[in-house]
Each structure stands twice: as C-alpha cells, then as structure tokens.
C-alpha cells in the first residue's frame, strides 16, 4: 500500500485518496458545530471505510451530538476535562483518562462539565449503514441539553435547529501541550 497524497486547505491538511498516512492533529483540518464544539476527523472527501476516529474539544455545556444509539460499537476516551456520560438514562461524571466502551444499541451521549474544556476521542465502526440510528426522548439527556423533542431515526429532524458545521482551522491551545 502506498502512501497517500496530501492536499493542503484554507483550514488544514487532508487525505482524499486511499493509503497510509500521518499527520499531527494541529495540522489537519477541522470543523465547528453549534453547541457541539470543534472537532477533527482525519478524513477528506471519502470517509474511511471501517471506523470513524475523531478528536473533540468541547467547551462546557457542549455535547458531542444528541442522545442516540446506533447498531454500532463505540468507544470514547476523555483526555481532558470534565463531562457527564447520559447512557441508558442514567448519568457518569467522567474525567481525564475514563474510557465508555459502547455497544450497538446503546442510548448514550457525552456532555462537557465544569470550567474548562474537555477533549474527547471517539473511536466507532462503521460499514453498517445509517439505518440503525434512533433517538430517543430522554428527560435525563434533556436535562443536559441533548434529547429530542420526539422519537426520530433521522439526523436531519434530530439536528433541524443547529445551522451546519463549517470548517475551520485548528486554533492553537483546543489541544493541551505535551
């Protein structure tokens, strides 16, 4: 397998193509969402095949996304900060170095918590489709802020009142300093 080709953006470093690379966070391009932080996802314009890895720097009050579970196995890493794990409708306080392991099926969401950021990896299959995406109304996730109103297995009805990401560059201190 050969190395892939890099192609440089107004907001950072991306791999279209297929092959092996490396690159250093900081350097790829990223992304904003409202009220879901900033996130980097490695990825150019082809996802990778068979599992999604992001990094997410989420300021307090910010979610990685709405309350769901998926037909998917996920996995999330807190690095840094504080935040609120909503799983099966019940809350965990998580902290730096807490890993959630997630199986398929599992309503699930992360918050971020307390006065600073939080950065939190991601790590989930894919291959497997959309289809199995359903969001559930959670009056526990409610209370953070990322239940839906009403029962959706559609991401455009659960994300309807946030405008879409845009790109961005990396800013530097979203990642703490070795």
């Not at 996802?41 to 769901?68: A, C």
């Not at 950065?119 to 497997?128: K, M």
């Not at 455009?156 to 879409?164: F, K, N, S, T, W």
Request: charge should be positive; glycine fraction near 12%.
């Amino acid at each position: 397998m050969a190395e892939a080709v890099a192609r440089e953006t107004k907001y950072g470093r991306v791999y279209d193509g297929g092959g092996w690379f490396v690159i250093n966070a900081r350097e790829a391009r990223w992304s904003e969402w409202e009220r879901l932080g900033v996130y980097c996802n490695f990825e150019g314009k082809r996802r990778f095949p068979h599992f999604g890895f992001n990094i997410s720097v989420l300021q307090p009050g910010e979610s990685l996304g709405r309350y769901h579970a998926e037909k998917a196995q996920e996995g999330f890493l807190v690095i840094a900060g504080r935040c609120v794990l909503v799983v099966e409708d019940e809350q965990r306080e998580l902290g730096a170095w807490d890993f959630f392991h997630c199986p398929p099926g599992t309503p699930h969401m992360i918050v971020a918590t307390g006065d600073e950021p939080a950065v939190v990896i991601a790590a989930g299959a894919r291959g497997r489709g959309r289809s199995g995406i359903v969001y559930p109304v959670s009056k526990v996730a409610a209370r953070h802020g990322i239940s839906v109103s009403a029962e959706t297995t559609k991401p455009a009805e659960a994300y309807a009142d946030l405008a879409r990401p845009r790109r961005v560059r990396y800013t530097k201190g979203w990642l703490p300093e070795l």
